[in-house]
């Protein structure tokens, strides 16, 4: 079992928002906060168990470094890139 990063896209795999898709915006010990620009923004990120998370093995290349230096990154810039990463 490999643990979530930021900058992973995920998918929910319990709860209400079961198979919605997020890109982790940042990890603490068993949580992660995710955020898919639509119904969680960055402002109110999900906070969910690592381990109710399945990772889609796509990483989120240009917002994970943007994560990571605390650059400030746009609700739509997220949306977009989950448009784009989708595999699913």
Do not use: W
Request: a positive charge.
């Amino acid at each position: 079992m490999s643990s979530v990063s930021v900058g992973d896209l995920v998918k929910s795999t319990k709860g209400r928002d079961m198979d919605t898709v997020y890109i982790v915006y940042a990890v603490d010990n068993d949580y992660a906060y995710c955020v898919n620009g639509k119904t969680r923004l960055l402002a109110k990120p999900k906070k969910k168990k690592s381990k109710h998370l399945l990772l889609l093995g796509v990483k989120a290349g240009e917002l994970e470094k943007k994560f990571q230096m605390h650059e400030k990154v746009l609700d739509s810039e997220i949306k977009k890139a989950i448009d784009n990463l989708k595999i699913v």
